[in-house]
Structure formats: structure tokens, C-alpha cells
Antibody
Framework: QVQLVQSGAEVKKPGASVKVSCRAS????????MHWVRQAPGHGLEWMGW????????SYAQKFQGRVTMTRDTSIRSAYMELSGLRSDDTAVYYC??????????WGQGTLVTVSS | SSELTQDPAVSVALGQIVRITCQGD??????ASWYRQKPGQAPVLVIY???NRPSGIPDRFSGSSSGNTASLIITGAQAEDEADYYC???????????FGSGTKVTVL
């Protein structure tokens, strides 16, 4: 069965960077794009960007351009989202989600990133 | 515009029909997907494309689209359908994605 397993919770100071991982299993990793979505406490879902695990091509939401980097390691079937210049309003749960040519059909369990001094 | 607009909240009596709408310019060209999210859980895809349900989603969930508005319809709402619902689609450029603001559904 398809599974996306994310790395554990992180606590970071303002200005630092965080890198969240997403390990895929149960399907051909390079056959499906991967989205990253975040949700701040008490707020809605926010699309951040996506990566092609096959080519490494990326597209980022304008809001995160210059601060986010999405990468992948096909040898271990993992996708990564790194966010730099962290601020308190980056405190959120970060999700990876598999792309089904548009819909996000499988989601990771989420990774809580807390930004606090 | 890259925005998708949803009503913040809607309520429905147990067993009745509820329609959740999502408006945006990009919906004239792209289908919406719909996600259900319960507190403390990851979102779950419930409807995608013209009107497709992933395996395991009850057939009381359906979708429709007209012009710049996509709808998620729950026919015969159950207590377990109480959740936040989000629409999602490509933006007007077709290259990026955007989520709606979400609708909280309360089953009375």
C-alpha cells in the first residue's frame, strides 16, 4: 500500500532553516510528482510547491520563492522540503502529498515545525 | 486571480443534503479536488476530476462544476462527515496550485 512517512517534529529559532523529509513506499517513486502543503495552527491548507522525483524539476508558490528548496533522493525514495529564514509565522504542520495528475491522493502524517526564540 | 473562495461554515441536519461551493477563475479551465480534514489528522482526498471518488470514499460524496464554481455534495450527511472541507485546483497560469480557505461542516 502507498505510504508517505515524514520526519519528526522540529523546533527552530527565528532565522534558522528546517529540512523535512518524506519517505515513500508502495509505488514507483519517480512516477508521481510530490507536493508540499503546510497548515498553520487554526488556519487552512497552503500549497507550497511541488517536485518531480524523476527529473528534480520544481515549481514553488510565489510566496515561498527564494526561501524554499525542494529536493529528492531517488536511491532512498525520499523527498525533502527545506525552508530558510524561518519566522514565527512559519510555525505550522508541513505535509508531503503525492500527485495524481492534479489531485493529492496520498498524504504524509505531517511534521510540526515550531519557530520560537 | 489565483484565489479559491469558500464559505467559512455550513450546517446540515443528519441525513440531509449539503452543498459546499468553491469559486475561482481557474475553475473555468481546471477541475477542483476536494479534501476532508478532521481535527489532528491529515487531509483525505474525497472527490477529484469530473466526479471521481477514491477507493473507500462513500458514494454519498459527489462533485459537480459549472462555470467558475465547483461543488461538493454530501447526500445523506452522517455524523462522521463533520469536518473541514477544502477545495484545491491549479491557479490561472495552470502551473501552480491553490487551496480554498476551507468550509467547516457541522452535522446537527
Amino acid at each position: 500500500q502507498v505510504q508517505l512517512v515524514q520526519s519528526g517534529a522540529e523546533v527552530k529559532k527565528p532565522g534558522a532553516s528546517v529540512k523535512v523529509s518524506c519517505r515513500a513506499s508502495g509505488y514507483t517513486f519517480t512516477g508521481y510528482y510530490m507536493h508540499w502543503v503546510r497548515q498553520a495552527p487554526g488556519h487552512g491548507l497552503e500549497w507550497m510547491g511541488w517536485i518531480s522525483p524523476k527529473s528534480g524539476d520544481t515549481s514553488y508558490a510565489q510566496k515561498f520563492q527564494g526561501r524554499v528548496t525542494m529536493t529528492r533522493d531517488t536511491s532512498i525514495r525520499s523527498a525533502y522540503m527545506e525552508l530558510s529564514g524561518l519566522r514565527s509565522d512559519d510555525t505550522a504542520v508541513y505535509y508531503c502529498a503525492r500527485d495524481l495528475r492534479g489531485p493529492h491522493d496520498y498524504w504524509g502524517q505531517g511534521t510540526l515545525v515550531t519557530v520560537s526564540s | 486571480s489565483s484565489e479559491l473562495t469558500q464559505d467559512p461554515a455550513v450546517s446540515v441536519a443528519l441525513g440531509q443534503i449539503v452543498r459546499i461551493t468553491c469559486q475561482g477563475d481557474s475553475l473555468r479551465n481546471f477541475y477542483a479536488s476536494w479534501y476532508r480534514q478532521k481535527p489532528g489528522q491529515a487531509p483525505v482526498l474525497v472527490i477529484y476530476g469530473e466526479n471521481n471518488r477514491p477507493s473507500g470514499i462513500p458514494d454519498r460524496f459527489s462533485g459537480s462544476s459549472s462555470g467558475n464554481t465547483a461543488s461538493l455534495i454530501i447526500t445523506g450527511a452522517q455524523a462522521e462527515d463533520e469536518a473541514d472541507y477544502y477545495c484545491n485546483s491549479r491557479d490561472t497560469s495552470g502551473k501552480l496550485y491553490v487551496f480554498g480557505s476551507g468550509t467547516k461542516v457541522t452535522v446537527l
